[in-house]
C-alpha cells in the first residue's frame, strides 16, 4: 500500500557525487522507517542507510563519512547524498520502507555507476 519511485541514479566519475531521491505515496502515514539498500551485479542486496522517523539515521560502515540520508517530510521524500563515489559503490540502488507490522515496500530501483 506503500509506493515508492526512485530517482536520481547516472554515471558519475570516481569522487563525484549524486543524491538519490525516494518519493513515498499511498500510506505514508504508516512509515516507521525509511532506507536506502544497493545491489551490485552478483551480489546480494546489502544495507547502506537508514532514517526513523524521529529522525535517527544509520550508515553501512562502507558509507560512513561520505553518504548523507535525509528526509522532506512535506514532500514525502527521502534522499540519499552520496559524496566521494568509489567504483565500488557501482549498484543498483532500492529504496526501503518499514511500516506497521513490520510491513516493507520497496522501490523499483535506480543505477548509480562509478567509472572514469
Known amino acids: 500500500q506503500v509506493q515508492l519511485v526512485e530517482s536520481g541514479g547516472g554515471l558519475v566519475q570516481p569522487g563525484g557525487s549524486l543524491r538519490l531521491s525516494c518519493a513515498a505515496s499511498?500510506?505514508?502515514?504508516?512509515?516507521?522507517?525509511m532506507g536506502w539498500y544497493r545491489q551490485a551485479p552478483g551480489k546480494q542486496r546489502d544495507y547502506v542507510a537508514g532514517?526513523?522517523?524521529?529522525?535517527?539515521?544509520n550508515y553501512a560502515d562502507s558509507v560512513k563519512g561520505r553518504f548523507t540520508i535525509s528526509r522532506d517530510n512535506a514532500k514525502n521524500t527521502v534522499y540519499l547524498q552520496m559524496n566521494s563515489l568509489k567504483p565500488e559503490d557501482t549498484a543498483v540502488y532500492y529504496c526501503?520502507?518499514?511500516?506497521?507490522?513490520?510491513?516493507?515496500?520497496w522501490g523499483q530501483g535506480t543505477q548509480v555507476t562509478v567509472s572514469s
Open positions: 532514517i526513523t522517523s524521529g529522525g535517527i539515521t
Open positions: 499511498g500510506s505514508i502515514f504508516s512509515i516507521r522507517l
Open positions: 526501503k520502507s518499514t511500516g506497521a507490522y513490520s510491513i516493507g515496500s
